[in-house]
Each structure stands twice: as structure tokens, then as C-alpha cells.
């Protein structure tokens, strides 16, 4: 069970964002309250079947996907959570979001490599028909012939 007020607090910052810009109706408050209820379901499911796959992220893979994320955006400790702080984010919060999003692409990297199976014939098949392909693809087409002349070409020149 959610509880109305979770998905109120959920929602609290693209609400706060929508009033902000003058934009905030009914509507789009209602179509913001529903996002936020539909990342909260997804959100405990994939809680739920983490738990059951047994999928646990360290604080040092957190750690490790934080420095990336810093020195992606050029950014030491301090300009990162300072960054964070503008948007209303706290250090705390950000790194439980960044331990759900790796434990999601845990879960589906599990899920998905369980049922992808390929066999090195399929491998070398594939391999076969691509060269083939890249083969029969290759054309040359000359459009423009250079051809470095002296200044004062010879007779025999002249008649090439």
C-alpha cells in the first residue's frame, strides 16, 4: 500500500518545478501525481524482486559510480554536492537513488542475460553472413582522377 501523502512528497519537486514556471493547473498537477505513483509501484517491485534475485550493490560500487558521475561532469566533492544542493538533493539521498538505479541495472542484466543463450555456431554464423555482406556491399566509385602535371610538361607528357 502507498499512501497518498508518499506520493505527494514524491511528487513535491516536479510540482514545486511546475509552479515555479507559472504552469501548474489541475491537470498537470493530477498527470504529475500519477507519474509519481507509477515510479513508486515500479519502484517497490523492483525492490521486491532485488530481494528475491538476492542483488546487493556495495557502497563501494556506489562509490565508484559517484566518482564517474562527478568526473563525467568535471566536478570535484565539494562543486558535486554543492550542484546537488541547488536541485534540492542532499548527498544521502542522491546515493540511495544511486543504489536503486545500479540495483535495477543488476536485476535486469540478470534477468536478460538468463534468457539471451548464444551458441559459438550462431557466432560464426552471424560472423559469415556479415562478411559476405560486407564483401558484396564493397564498391569503389572514382569521380575525380588527380594527377600532379610539372609546371612545363614535356612533349610526351602533353599527349598523355
Same mark, same amino acid.
Given at each position: 500500500m502507498i499512501p497518498y501523502s508518499e506520493v505527494? #512528497?514524491?511528487a513535491a519537486l516536479e510540482l514545486a518545478q511546475l509552479e515555479h514556471d507559472g504552469l501548474l493547473t489541475p491537470e498537470r498537477r493530477q498527470d504529475a501525481l500519477r507519474h509519481s505513483l507509477d515510479d513508486l509501484i515500479a519502484d517497490r517491485l523492483m525492490t521486491a524482486e #532485488?530481494?528475491?534475485s538476492s542483488i546487493e550493490i556495495s557502497d563501494s560500487e556506489i562509490d565508484y559510480a559517484m566518482d564517474d558521475v562527478r568526473k563525467q561532469?568535471?566536478?570535484d566533492a565539494s562543486s558535486f554536492e554543492h550542484a546537488l544542493a541547488s536541485k534540492g538533493q542532499t548527498m544521502t539521498a542522491y546515493r540511495e537513488k544511486m543504489r536503486k538505479d545500479l540495483a535495477a541495472m543488476k536485476l535486469i542484466g540478470v534477468k536478460? %542475460?538468463?534468457k539471451i543463450k548464444v551458441g559459438d555456431e550462431e557466432v560464426k554464423a552471424e560472423y559469415a553472413r556479415r562478411s559476405k555482406?560486407? #564483401?558484396a556491399d564493397f564498391e569503389v566509385h572514382a569521380r575525380h582522377i588527380v594527377l600532379q602535371v610539372p609546371r612545363t610538361p614535356t612533349p %610526351? %607528357? %602533353?599527349?598523355?
Open positions: 505527494v #512528497e514524491h #532485488e530481494k528475491t561532469n568535471n566536478m536478460v %542475460r538468463s555482406a560486407d #564483401e %610526351r %607528357r %602533353r599527349m598523355a
